[in-house]
Nanobody
């Protein structure tokens, strides 16, 4: 069993930036591909970005060029740098393995983009 703890969310104006962090309860989890997911109000959870152990990345079309995923394998941490935020980025952001393991979802961190 692994627990993921997300942090760094908040309220930001359109065009602003946030940096999300995700900690895994087991350092050994650093051998897995990890992803950031988000769930907007009234919508299903969707993959935002993922990153392999070697650092290869993949992004949803809606965030390409604005978001950057990174990781620190030694600390089993994953980060999401979010720039040029828009209201459609509003939602609860979660991290998990990729593919996601249903029992590993954490509480997530709320991101609200609003003026």
């Amino acid at each position: 069993q692994v627990q993921f703890v997300e942090s760094g969310g908040g309220l930001v104006q359109p065009g602003g930036t946030l940096r999300l962090s995700c900690a895994a309860s087991r350092r050994s989890d650093s051998i897995y591909t990890r992803g950031w997911y988000r769930q907007a109000p009234g919508k299903e959870r969707e993959l935002v970005a993922d990153i392999t152990v070697g650092g290869s990345t993949n992004y949803a079309d809606s965030v390409k060029g604005r978001f950057t995923i990174s990781r620190d394998n030694a600390k089993s941490m994953v980060y999401l740098q979010m720039n040029s935020l828009i209201p459609n980025d509003t939602g609860v952001y979660y991290c998990n393995r990729r593919p996601a393991v249903p029992n590993y979802w954490g509480q997530g961190t709320q991101v609200t983009v609003s003026s």
